[in-house]
């Protein structure tokens, strides 16, 4: 094929907007065909579990019959109250998910993982220059962010998917954001991340069709946690959250709206523009700034 063909058939492939594409294939409520992961019985382990949506997901495993729950934190003074919750079910790993020798020890204990949430996740530095393209002294920290929102949950997932399939089959939710959608100007190497983490969702649910493993792309909206946005008040709690996400994914969505995402998808939809000069204008006028960084 002539190379001037394979850039028109790119162009016509493309020809929708991109953010336009995304939420009409949103908007048709993507289901796995044949596919519904149930948390009763399940064995999962969550990144992130010592606070927050992560520490949600884990009560919620537990109260809705999870097995056995691989509670994962980087800092292991964290985990303690993690088991405390139902020290038969909860067993304590230290995951930093930035550090391959703490990631292959996991694998190497949680041999019986039918469910991998990776819920951890860096908003970036507290100097807001640094969360930025232009201001920031140089990339490194917006690199660390797409480590931790991006690669690592990729790095995680290729480790457990063979586990998964040797223990029957099962679920990989990645938690994604609202943020996937748009970028948030204060946020912009979060925004970036969670975009690629949504596409890497996509192309792994892609090569694990043929296989028993739901792939969820968790898009998250408000919760109330150390990372929602200064000021804010009308965010879920983390355990709500974590229902709404294990509710959707017994029905075998692909697509995950918990905490008001989808009316955020829907205005962004009605006028992706105008979403996008509302986001510029806040920048300038009154960014916006999550409670604690950490
Ligand atoms: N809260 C919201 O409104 C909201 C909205 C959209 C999406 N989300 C998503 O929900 C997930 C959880 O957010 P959250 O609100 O619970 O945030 P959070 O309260 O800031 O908790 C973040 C969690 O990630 C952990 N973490 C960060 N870097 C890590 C690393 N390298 N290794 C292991 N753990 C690490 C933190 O551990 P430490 O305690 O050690 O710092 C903490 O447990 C994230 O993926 C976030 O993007 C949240």
């Known amino acids: 094929m002539k190379r001037r063909d394979v850039l028109n058939g790119l162009a016509a492939a493309m020809a929708v907007p991109a953010m336009?594409?995304?939420?009409?294939?949103?908007?048709?409520?993507?289901?796995?065909?044949?596919?519904?992961a149930s948390v009763e019985g399940s064995v999962a382990l969550v990144t992130g579990s010592n606070r927050g949506v992560g520490l949600g997901f884990v009560k919620v495993l537990l109260a809705r019959g999870a097995k056995r729950v691989y509670a994962t934190a980087r800092n292991p003074d964290n985990l303690p109250n993690v088991v405390a919750l139902d020290p038969n079910r909860v067993v304590p790993l230290v995951l930093d998910v930035n550090n391959s020798e703490h990631r292959l020890a996991a694998a190497a204990q949680a041999t019986d993982v039918t469910w991998i949430i990776n819920n951890a996740a860096y908003p970036g530095s507290r100097i807001p220059e640094e969360r930025r393209i232009r201001s920031a002294s140089a990339l490194d920290d917006c690199k660390q962010v797409m480590e931790t929102n991006c690669w690592s949950p990729a790095e995680i997932a290729r480790l457990f998917i063979p586990i998964i399939l040797n223990n029957g089959g099962g679920a990989i939710a990645n938690?994604?954001?609202?943020?996937?959608?748009?970028?948030?100007?204060?946020?912009?190497?979060?925004?970036?991340?969670?975009?690629?983490?949504?596409?890497?969702?996509?192309?792994l649910r892609a090569e694990l069709d043929r296989d028993p493993i739901l792939v969820a792309s968790?898009?998250?909206?408000?919760?109330?946690?150390?990372?929602?946005?200064?000021?804010?008040?009308?965010?879920?709690?983390?355990?709500?959250?974590?229902?709404?996400?294990?509710?959707?994914?017994?029905?075998?969505?692909?697509?995950?709206?918990?905490?008001?995402?989808?009316?955020?998808?829907?205005?962004?939809?009605?006028?992706?523009?105008?979403?996008?000069?509302?986001?510029?204008?806040?920048?300038?006028?009154?960014?916006?700034?999550?409670?604690?960084?950490?």
């Open 175 to 203: 938690v994604l954001s609202a943020a996937s959608w748009f970028c948030l100007p204060e946020y912009s190497s979060y925004s970036l991340s969670k975009a690629a983490a949504m596409m890497m969702t996509n192309g």
């Open 218 to 294: 968790v898009f998250t909206g408000g919760v109330d946690t150390r990372a929602s946005p200064a000021g804010s008040s009308g965010g879920i709690s983390p355990e709500e959250h974590a229902h709404q996400v294990f509710d959707s994914m017994a029905q075998g969505d692909t697509d995950v709206y918990a905490a008001g995402s989808k009316r955020m998808r829907d205005l962004i939809s009605a006028d992706p523009e105008a979403f996008e000069r509302g986001r510029i204008k806040r920048f300038y006028e009154n960014p916006l700034t999550i409670r604690n960084h950490i």
């Open 20 to 36: 336009a594409s995304t939420v009409r294939a949103q908007n048709s409520g993507q289901q796995e065909p044949g596919k519904s």
